[in-house]
């Protein structure tokens, strides 16, 4: 996907698309009509969309379940007693981690406040949290309960990092720093691996050397960077993580969540984890005795069994990522973000600012504008043209060219309807 001369021209972008090696995905997805044509779609970091493919695979659970009705659960082309391992190997190579580290289950905050039961465990001196300032909403939610839960004052034990005045985004040393200087105090850094708002990529690996240098746990919600960077999670020596499943990973409103634990914790049964049954040791589980006796790995950390019909459409979009590949992926979003920049910064009818990292490795596949004023308005002309966006209080248009179904020529084309605005 070379070089990186770009041109401001219909031409080019088609040219870009003739020889993008993942053109064909997109036409593995459904895609929302606007006036009879595909809308030019571009709110994929929030709800990505449907796989062709969902409707096939949950017609033939639904005809299992009409076959076997309970035996299902063993007699299933895909028995349900163990369709979460269905995931294990996809997801580890999403996130960069081993397929014990791994596991589909519960949705995003559930998944979040059952790992900070494990990893935030404060002492009278060691009870602090770091985390962005304007993080999503339920990551302020969950660590400001898990504090009041421990009988701490979330205005005393949580330490927020913001950008410096006049600037949109966290500089790395304010990050480091305030970690550094919390030192024995901290209990734990909780950061999102990219802010939902600003869609800046964080340096995860620096953020959990850090931390585990003054002894703090490392956790990340990745719901804004699994499926759209490239992850590492356990060679960082990330502690803990967890996500959603229907931003980049297409898997429905809703769908089912993920969780990571390191091996490190996850092998070890003294690491306190709350029970349920499908957590216990698989080999062990029906024979409802007392005592919780944890699977190896993330999966101790399930409550209930998998819901499959959730599930489904995981599978469905798991199993394109499985033939696409996070590095070619990775590839083309750097440059279709990089040509929307490109394109925006020649744009001098609207008065906006792009708040996202220049750089590529500090940000994914978003793009935010922040308006001045007419912000609103130019996102429903935008919507008026055939463009889904992402509108975020109080000014800011989120814009995501998703690889997977995104072209060059969609970017042209936002970029065409912008410029028309007056």
């Known amino acids: 996907m070379t070089p990186d001369v770009f041109e401001n021209s219909l031409a080019y972008a088609q040219a870009q698309d003739s020889t993008d090696i993942l053109y064909s995905f997109r036409e593995r997805f459904i895609f929302p009509q606007h006036q009879g044509k595909d809308v030019r779609y571009f709110c994929g970091n929030s709800l990505g969309l449907q796989p062709k493919s969902t409707s096939y695979l949950m017609q033939k659970e639904l005809d299992d379940w009409g076959a076997f009705g309970v035996e299902g659960h063993t007699q299933a082309r895909n028995p349900w007693l163990y369709y979460h391992h269905l995931f294990s190997e996809s997801l580890a190579k999403i996130v960069g981690a081993f397929p014990d580290e791994v596991v589909a289950m519960n949705t995003l905050t559930v998944n979040l406040h059952l790992l900070l039961v494990s990893f935030y465990r404060p002492t009278k001196q060691r009870y602090k949290i770091i985390m962005e300032a304007g993080a999503f909403p339920s990551d302020q939610y969950a660590i400001e309960t898990q504090a009041k839960l421990w009988g701490f004052d979330p205005n005393e034990a949580i330490i927020e990092v913001s950008p410096r005045s006049g600037e949109d985004t966290i500089r790395e040393e304010d990050i480091l720093k305030a970690i550094e200087d919390a030192g024995s105090s901290l209990a734990l850094v909780l950061f999102g691996g990219v802010n939902y708002y600003t869609g800046q990529l964080f340096n995860m690996k620096g953020i959990t050397e850090a931390a585990h240098r003054v002894g703090a746990y490392a956790g990340f919600d990745l719901a804004h960077a ?169 000014n800011v248009i989120r814009i995501a060219p998703v690889p997977l179904y995104n072209t060059f020529e969609d970017v042209f084309a936002f970029y065409e309807i912008l410029n028309s605005i007056g």
């Open 226 to 394: 699994v499926g759209n960077v490239i992850l590492k999670l356990h060679d960082w020596g990330v502690d803990f993580a967890c996500w959603c499943s229907y931003k980049y990973l297409n898997s429905g409103p809703g769908g089912v969540g993920g969780a990571y634990v390191h091996r490190h914790h996850g092998d070890n049964p003294k690491v306190f984890r709350l029970a349920g049954w499908w957590g216990n040791e698989e080999a062990t589980r029906f024979k409802m005795t007392k005592g919780f006796y944890p699977q190896k790995g993330v999966a101790s950390w399930q409550m209930s069994n998998a819901p499959v019909f959730n599930m489904v459409a995981h599978r469905a979009s798991l199993d394109i990522f499985e033939k696409a590949g996070m590095v070619a992926l990775r590839e083309k979003s750097d440059r279709l973000t990089a040509y929307l920049e490109y394109l925006l910064l020649q744009v001098n009818n609207l008065s906006f600012k792009i708040i996202t990292p220049q750089a590529k490795e500090a940000r994914g596949a978003q793009l935010s504008l922040l308006f001045g004023d007419r912000g609103r308005e130019v996102f429903d002309r935008l919507s008026d043209a055939g463009i889904v966006a992402d509108w975020r209080e109080p």
